[in-house]
C-alpha cells in the first residue's frame, strides 16, 4: 500500500535534530544544549566554548529565519510503501502485489561469537515458510529542487539553504515514521515518546537509510524507486543510484523488536560476487557502489 505524506516546513521543525546542523559548522555536539536551549555554556580556560555558543546561536537563529521562509513557500513531501515481505538467507522478498521483488542484503564479514553476531537486515524479516508474511516499509522523502537551491548566487546563504533542506527532509522522514508505527502500520499503536526519545531512536524496530553502513549500496535507490515511484514527490534517481535533490533520504522502515544498526563493513571476495550475482549486475558495475566496502 502506498502513501504521500506532505508536511508544512513549521511542522517539521520540532523533529530537527540539530546536532547533525552544527556538525557541518564545527561545533562540538556538547555546546548544542546550549545554544538552542539556552542552557548555561560549561567554562573553558580559554572561552572558546563561550565563542562557539555565541556563534552557534546566529546560526540557529538564521536557520530559524530561513526556515519561516520556506514555510511560505514550500512542502516537503515522503512516499512510503508498505508490504508483505519474507527472507530467505541474505535476501528480502518483497511482495508488491502480482509481483515479488528480490531486496539484496550484505552480512557483516568479521569474526564472530554467539555475542557478536555477522548480521544482516534479512535477520530482522521472517524468513519464508517460518510462519505468516513479515511486513517492510519502504520510504523515500525530499524537499523540492527549489528550496535547496535557494540563494545560489551567495555562496554562505547556499550553503546554509542546503544545510537547512537537508535537516528538514530528516525531520520529515521521522514524523512520517511516526505515522508509519502508530497508524499506517500501526505496530506501535500506543507509543508516546518525547521527541528527543525519537531522535535517540528509542522507538520498536529501525529505519536503515540507503548509503549508511547498514545499507551501504546505493544501488538499492533502483529497487526502491522501482517500488514507491520516487518520482511522485519529485525525485530523480541518478545513473549512479544517487538521489536529485541532494536534499533527500530513503531507505527501509523495520519493526522487529529486536532490530538494530550495525555497521557492513569490509566484505570479502566471496561475498562480493554472490551479491554481484543476487544483484543482477556485472561485478565491474558492482564495484562502482560497494568501493568503500570491498576489502580485497
Known sequence: MLHTLTYHVREAVPFINWHYFFHLWQIPANLVPAIVNGNDVTEDHDGRHLLLVQEGRRLYQEALAMVGEFDDKYEIRCRVGLYDASSEGDDILIFDEERTMLLPCLRQQHPATADNPDLCLSDFIRPAGSGPKDRLGVFATAVPQEMEDSYADDSYLSLM?????????????????????????????????????????????????VGYPSLPDQSVNFILNDLIDMGVIGIRVTENGAMMPHAAVSGLMIAHPAARYFAVGKIGEDQFRDYSRRRGLPEKRMKQFLTSNISF
Do not use: N
Open 161 to 209: 539553504a542546503r544545510a537547512v533542506s537537508d535537516r528538514l527532509a530528516e525531520a520529515a522522514t521521522e514524523m512520517a515514521h511516526l505515522k508509519v508505527r502508530r497508524e499506517l502500520w500501526g505496530y506501535a499503536p500506543g507509543e508516546d515518546l518525547p521527541v528527543v526519545a525519537l531522535l535517540a531512536e528509542k522507538f520498536q524496530g529501525i529505519r536503515p537509510a
